[in-house]
């Protein structure tokens, strides 16, 4: 029996020398990145032993840390506040507790890079109105961020409605530093007034992030601009009447502008056929000179504040004066000052005569007059039997009265006979006529 109780005595101090031996404590992260003022978390694990352990986090020699662990193969965690003059080197030591023969014993090191506080960045900058649909720009100096923080510092946009908040977020918003400052770039997709932060993130192994003030003024964000269908003022016309297109302009940012208007005939006309009060816009021209009914298709193109443009057209039907189609006048070279006075379309030569009546009549709407150069035109009244030198009526435009370079154009008009004083020519459009008419 005593041979027995040495036995087993034997036995229960090489159990516990074995048990002894086989305790460790581990710790993790092996390696963390920090910024001053946030806190470093340990997980920490004990194997082995008996239990309850104490575990300490330990820093240049001194205890920053302290847990309890219950039994072997259990784990808590051990957390410090960085500052400026922490320890870079953190270990844990573990002590068995329920074994008065076993000894502390520690883990490996874990190392702690410490960087500066993130900084915040400024208040953000911005324009005061935009469009939607249009790409709108919020900037803030970062003078406070660049180069602290822990690796590639990424910034972000965020949103509300209101000054004070709550904030969203822009997934399609694009940040991008240069410099002291940070542009964050996105396209506004809805109308509305708008106040916006700027935030910083950085790449710490708990990552840290910051965020600016919001604006201090909104962005107010104007609805596409849009303009109405031009209504002409009757659904038709004849050639050389006056017409008069009208149309409301919509969204956008005022004041706004004409960019031009192009007749399907005529090509581009002068924008200052256009006018535009408040949001109105109207148009008023004469229509061109047609041998048959047509379809003229009117195209205006408007522009707001912004820079942003709108177009939309219309359809006006034109028709000719009277008179059907013929062969016209087709050239003659006087050599003194001669009256022409194209009668109608069904008359293939010239009329010639320097005492026209009142009761002459003149229609040629599908003529126009080639000027050569260095040509005098003197234009005169069917209402007066005699010549009156340099009248401008009837002549359109008025001020090409003589060719300053060779086939200068400009439109016979209806009630006007054209002296041409050296050499001339008059002839008549090939196909449709496109004109511009004052």
Same mark, same amino acid.
């Given at each position: ?36 003022? $946030? ?59 329920? @074994? ?33 649909? $249009? ?77 600016? $003030? ?128 194209? #009668? ?5 030569? @010239? ?9 002459? #009549? ?10 050569? $150069? ?54 008549? @459009? ?9």
């Amino acid at each position: 029996m005593a041979y027995s109780g040495v036995l087993i005595a034997i036995l229960a101090l090489a159990l516990a020398f074995c048990t002894a031996g086989a305790q460790s404590v581990s710790i993790t992260p092996v390696n963390t990145v920090l910024d001053v003022g $946030q806190y470093v978390v340990y997980g920490v694990t004990v194997n082995g032993g008996t239990g309850p352990f104490t575990v300490q986090l330990m820093g240049s020699g001194t205890v920053l840390a302290t847990a309890t662990i219950s039994s072997p193969g259990g784990s808590t965690t051990l957390s410090y506040l960085t500052t400026g003059t922490s320890p870079n080197t953190f270990n844990v030591i573990a002590t068995d507790n329920g @074994n008065s023969t076993s000894t502390p014993f520690s883990s490996a090191s874990s190392t702690l890079t410490i960087n500066p506080a993130l900084g915040t960045p400024d208040v953000p900058a911005m324009t005061s109105v935009a469009d939607a649909g $249009q790409s709108v720009t919020v900037s803030s100096g970062i003078s406070n961020v660049n180069g602290t923080g822990s690796g590639t510092i990424a910034y972000g946009l965020l949103y509300s409605t209101s000054e004070s908040g709550p904030f969203t977020g822009i997934a399609g918003a694009s940040c991008s530093p240069s410099g002291g400052n940070v542009f964050c770039s996105f396209t506004a997709n809805a109308a509305g007034n708008f106040y916006y932060e700027i935030n910083a993130t950085d790449q710490a192994t708990i990552p840290e992030t910051t965020t600016s $003030q919001p604006t201090t003024g909104y962005l107010m964000i104007n609805p596409e601009l849009f303009m109405s269908i031009p209504l002409p003022s009757a659904t038709g016309g004849t050639y050389g009447n006056p017409e008069t297109l009208s149309a409301v302009i919509t969204g956008g940012t005022a004041p706004y502008t004409v960019n031009g208007i192009k007749g399907a005939v005529e090509g581009q006309m002068p924008a200052s056929d256009c006018s535009i009060s408040g949001a109105s816009l109207s148009c008023s021209f004469l229509l061109p000179a047609v041998e048959a009914t047509i379809g003229d298709m009117y195209t205006i193109t408007i522009q707001d504040a912004k820079g942003e443009q709108y177009a939309n057209n219309t359809n006006v039907t034109v028709s000719p004066m009277g008179g059907s189609s013929g062969t016209g006048v087709s050239s003659t070279t006087p050599t003194s000052t001669t009256t022409i006075a194209p #009668t109608n379309l069904t008359n293939s030569t @010239n009329s010639t005569s320097t005492n026209l009546n009142a009761t002459t #009549t003149i229609a040629a709407p599908g003529f126009k007059l080639a000027i050569p $150069q260095n040509t005098t035109v003197v234009v005169e009244n069917l209402t007066n039997s005699t010549n009156s030198t340099n009248s401008t009526s009837g002549l359109q435009p008025s001020s090409a009265l003589s060719g300053t370079s060779p086939a200068v154009v400009i439109p016979v008009s209806i009630g006007a006979i054209i002296a041409i004083v050296a050499g001339y020519m008059l002839t008549r @459009n090939s196909g449709r006529p496109r004109r511009r008419h004052r």
